[in-house]
């Protein structure tokens, strides 16, 4: 774990690897929590009769906009950003995504700090996020993600 206090340990990282989190299990528990909160309940995520006989995986799939939202939450076990009164999810840029996330895969954030700038008093971080899924070459997605600080 990377603890960052002050815009100039942020800045030491640009261009840099920080870290990676731990493995993350996205289950269909999950996968149907989310179809709940955001009213998509396509078949693929939800339905693992349909999703085995007649899908291109023989698996349920997790949303792309799950693994998405998996960010935050991985990427504070990779990097402590401390002495800020606001943090502000941006933006993402340049998102792919490459390989779906079967039922049951574990996944994990790799986090490498493409950008640091200070816009007057705003810090503006951009990070390059790759989800990377176990046992598979191929990450779930590449992006850069953009956050906002405002350090005390």
Same mark, same amino acid.
């Given at each position: 774990m990377v603890v960052i206090t002050n815009f100039e340990e942020y800045k030491s990282y640009e261009g840099k690897v920080v870290g990676v989190s731990n493995w993350h299990r996205i289950d269909q528990q999950q996968i149907n929590t989310f179809a709940d909160a955001t009213l998509d309940h396509q078949w693929i995520h939800v339905d693992k009769e349909r999703a085995k006989n007649e899908g291109p995986f023989k698996s349920t799939i997790a949303h792309g906009y799950l693994t998405l939202a998996l960010i935050p939450y991985l990427w504070k076990q990779i990097a402590d950003i401390r002495n800020v009164k606001m943090e502000i999810n941006y933006g993402i840029e340049n998102l792919k995504f490459g390989q779906p996330v079967l039922v049951d895969n574990? !996944?994990?954030?790799?986090?490498? !700090?493409q950008s640091i700038t200070n816009l007057r008093g705003t810090v503006k971080a951009v990070i390059q996020a790759t989800l990377l899924i176990r046992d598979n070459a191929k990450p779930a997605y590449v992006g850069d993600v953009v956050f906002l600080y405002h350090f005390n």
């Open positions: 574990e !996944v994990q954030l790799q986090a490498k !700090v």
